[in-house]
């Protein structure tokens, strides 16, 4: 999952909280950086370093002249640096006291940065991740060749458009591009299998009347896990589905699992937005925060947090239940966590890993064409049974649902 695998990777997750983008150091051991990879794409540049173990670091900016710039106590260098590419106009490299590492990449203009802490996955080691974007840049949503380029209004052709706006879902393939996720015994990556499930899933839901996919990406490239919140907000999604395929160092565990937001991560996501609410966008629904006082801001958001959270639960049980008609669940619950892709206070958002990729059988289906559907027609089984009673208000679907609801009740006064 997110580097890894959700599931077998908590070690990943607070070892990337310690090494946070304003440049937290983590856990002081000595690791060597066996290679430095640059990898550009429309979102910024990724720069990851592969270790030979688990390593402290402090990742930060420098102006006059800009620069990125990365501290690795007691460690070396042991490749040559690779050429410069998207943001990064030059790199060196440099000794700190006490046998440190001192990486600099010199930038173009003004930079965003982000860092992180990635744990071994499948074929990679431990890894360090920068991504470098520019501040404000302006990004596009990755569509099915079928949608429109432009999500603003997303309206496939067979909704016309005296019915109803559609229901839009955002399906998200995880990792991409330098971030291959987990990885099986027979060498599938994560990030090629569940794109091609994504795919699959976005094709079903389009050729349901009154409901439109958009994808998070449609090829193979690096988006941060921020911007896929992004993507699907710039969509108005109703809905958010992100695909992963699950990876743990027992190779024996296998089958299915859905996630949502958990509460505490739901907290730590309000305080971000309450933080920044003069810059956020309008929640769905018409709340604004940025004329609120910061209690009644506190409150908007909390309602707002609560109620996604309520129909996340919802939509994910209907796809788990869906799911352990085709095959094995690995929990008969929906499980919380607070993981970054589901932290949009007011879509409905779920994590679905579709099965492990370290166990040899599960590995072995998700790289069949033919299992793969099968798994995408499970997900929209789950969605669709969720939106036949969540239907929003405005949707072609809310519409019918309604008009047939009329109907009955005249056939009943009869």
Do not use: F, Y
């Given at each position: 999952m997110m580097g890894k695998g959700f599931l077998g990777k908590q070690f990943g997750v607070w070892l990337a909280l310690l090494a946070s983008a304003a440049g937290v150091s983590g856990v002081a051991v000595a690791a060597e950086v066996r290679a430095v990879r640059v990898s550009a794409s429309e979102e910024g540049t990724r720069v990851v370093l592969d270790l030979s173990g688990p390593a402290s670091f402090k990742a930060f900016l420098l102006d006059d002249p800009r620069r990125v710039v990365v501290d690795v106590p007691r460690s070396s260098l042991k490749s040559k640096l690779p050429a410069a590419e998207g943001a990064i106009t030059a790199m060196r490299s440099g000794k700190l006291p006490h046998s440190g590492l001192r990486l600099v990449f010199e930038v173009a203009g003004p930079v965003a940065l982000q860092s992180s802490a990635a744990p071994p996955a499948g074929d990679a080691g431990n890894r360090i991740i920068l991504d470098i974007s520019a501040p404000g840049a302006a990004k596009t949503v990755a569509v099915t060749p079928a949608a429109p380029v432009a999500p603003v209004a997303i309206r496939p052709a067979h909704a016309p458009s005296e019915s109803g706006r559609d229901i839009v879902i955002a399906v998200d393939a995880g990792h991409?591009?330098?971030?291959?996720?987990?990885?099986?015994?027979?060498?599938?990556?994560?990030?090629?299998?569940?794109?091609?499930?994504a795919k699959?899933?976005?094709?079903?839901?389009?050729?349901?009347?009154?409901?439109k996919a958009v994808l998070t990406r449609d090829g193979d490239y690096f988006i941060s896990l921020r911007e896929r919140n992004t993507r699907a907000r710039r969509a108005k999604a109703d809905l958010f589905v992100s695909i992963h395929a699950d990876a743990i160092a027992n190779p024996d565990v296998s089958g299915s699992s859905v996630y949502v937001l958990s509460d505490r991560g739901a907290s730590s996501e309000a305080a971000r937005w309450l933080a920044e609410r003069e810059n956020a966008a309008d929640l769905k629904g018409?709340?604004?925060?940025?004329?609120?006082?910061?209690?009644?801001?506190?409150?908007?958001?909390?309602?707002?947090?609560?109620?996604?959270?309520?129909?996340?639960m919802v939509a994910a049980d209907n796809v788990l239940k869906s799911l352990d008609?085709?095959?094995?669940?690995?929990?008969p619950r929906v499980q919380q966590a607070g993981f970054v892709v589901l932290k949009s206070p007011d879509i409905p958002s779920m994590l679905v890993e579709t099965a492990f990729i370290s166990n040899r059988e599960d590995e072995r289906k998700l790289s069949t064409p033919a299992h793969r559907s099968k798994l995408a027609n499970a997900i929209f089984a789950g969605i669709e049974q969720y939106f036949e009673g969540n239907a929003p208000d405005g949707t072609r679907l809310a519409a019918t649902r309604r008009s047939a609801g009329s109907s009955t009740q005249i056939e009943l006064r009869k």
């Open positions: 991409g591009g330098v971030d291959p996720g987990a990885s099986g015994k027979r060498g599938t990556h994560e990030k090629d299998v569940v794109l091609e499930i699959a899933l976005a094709a079903r839901i389009n050729a349901e009347p009154g409901m018409g709340i604004k925060l940025d004329d609120k006082d910061a209690v009644l801001a506190n409150v908007l958001l909390d309602l707002s947090q609560t109620a996604s959270i309520s129909a996340s008609r085709i095959g094995e669940v690995r929990k």
